[in-house]
């Protein structure tokens, strides 16, 4: 704003630059007689408190006040200098001054008896890698013990080998040579069981009665049946039994036997059975399809005359008025292929009755669970009275289902 400009409304003093005005703010009278009262003018030299100011507290704004701790000097004499390398400050630091070390408790060495010396001294250390001779005489008593032993073996095989001498001529003697033959090449593990699974693989496969008669025991009794009763697996062509096929072994019934059992391709099981007819190993058909005199389907109905039996037999207590429990015991029969049940009554006193109590009596006494035992049994008619599915056991005829 110029200087010389002339307002008759303007009522400022002139100004320079060395003046400064208060900044208290007006007084509480700001306007008078002519206009307004302004304050008074100071340099800005002699600047104070502005005269006539409020006496209202002027408001403390925001304050910042950053108070640094201040690092007290190291009473710690001859403190390391700071020096600069560069551009980069180094402070060496004085390292704690230790004492010498001193041990808690100082161990004397022991010293070697008269009768200790260096040489006999062992450890780790010293007898690394070197073999340590035994005396002498270790080696001659080991010797003689080995002898001593050889000696001892060869007298106990001496005396095993040695003939026995004969039974008086009053004693009894029973030797089965006949049995001790036929059970040769049964083994549980041999070429016994590498014949039967081939036999029967080529059994499986046949597909007529005239290819299975030469791989059949009895094949010259059973031809008029086998045309009539037998019927092929109907397995593939490059079919073979399963590992996991198992092996058994067995004299029941007066003929030693193999029996392998499994499943075939629809998952039904097999138990084939194994037996040797002069020099050649044959299936016995009967005991492997459970044939007998009468069917089970008849029985159940009642029909025939029971007969010869192959059955899976197991303990019952199923009496009725016609067999009651004081007279008989109750067993159930079941077909060899586990579908159809007809019930046995054994006549207490009989042989059957205590043939069969004492096949299930060491069963149970050896801790074999309770399962059906395969038998052959022979069947005869029910007195009157019976259900038609109640048959009498007359004979226990073998056990397991290989005849003689």
């Known amino acids: 704003m110029a200087a010389n400009f002339h307002d008759p409304n303007n009522h400022a003093p002139a100004v320079s630059p060395a003046d400064v005005w208060d900044d ?27 005269a006539g100011a409020s006496c209202e507290p002027v408001p403390t704004g925001l304050r910042i006040d950053v108070k640094c701790a201040e690092r007290k000097a190291s009473s710690t004499p001859g403190a390391a200098a700071i020096q ?25 060495a022991m010293e070697l008896s008269e009768r200790e010396e260096v040489s006999e001294l062992q450890g780790e250390g010293k007898d690394w890698g070197k073999v340590r001779h035994l005396p002498l005489r270790w080696l001659v008593a080991a010797g003689v013990g080995v002898g001593g032993v050889l000696v001892a073996a060869l007298a106990t095989q001496e005396l095993l080998l040695a003939p026995k001498s004969k039974a008086r001529a009053g004693s009894l003697e029973w030797v089965e040579e006949s049995k001790f033959d036929e059970i040769k090449g049964f083994e549980l593990d041999g070429s016994s069981e590498t014949d039967a699974r081939k036999l029967l693989a080529t059994y499986a496969k046949a597909t007529a009665p005239e290819h299975v008669l030469p791989l059949i025991r009895d094949a010259a009794r059973l031809t008029s049946r086998l045309r009539q009763d037998w019927r092929p697996w109907q397995v593939p062509a490059d079919w073979q039994p399963a590992r996991n096929a198992e092996w058994q072994t067995g004299t029941e ?16 099981s097999y138990r084939v059975y194994f037996v040797r007819e002069g020099d050649a190993l044959r299936i016995d058909w009967e005991a492997t399809d459970g044939l007998g005199d009468s069917e089970f389907a008849a029985l159940g109905r009642g029909v025939g005359s029971g007969g010869l039996l192959r059955a899976y037999l197991a303990p019952e207590n199923f009496y009725s008025l016609t067999f009651p429990e004081s007279t008989y015991r109750s067993y159930k029969l079941l077909a060899p292929d586990r579908e159809q049940v007809v019930w046995g009554y054994v006549e207490l006193g009989s042989p059957a009755a205590a043939a069969l109590l004492k096949i299930f009596e060491s069963a149970e006494a050896a801790g074999e669970p309770p399962a059906e035992r395969p038998m052959t049994l022979r069947l005869t008619n029910p007195p009157k009275g019976a259900q038609k599915n109640q048959w009498v056991i007359g004979e226990l005829l073998h056990i397991d289902w290989v005849c003689p």
């Open 253 to 268: 019934g007066g003929r030693s036997h193999g029996l392998l059992s499994g499943r075939k391709p629809d998952y039904t």
């Open 84 to 108: 600069e390398y560069g551009a980069a400050v180094v402070k060496l630091e004085q390292a704690v001054a230790e004492g010498p070390f001193q041990a808690a408790r100082v161990i004397p």
């Open 24 to 50: 208290a703010g007006l007084p509480p009278r700001a306007c008078g007689g002519g206009g307004v009262l302004l304050p008074n003018k100071r340099l800005r030299a002699v600047r104070g408190p502005a």
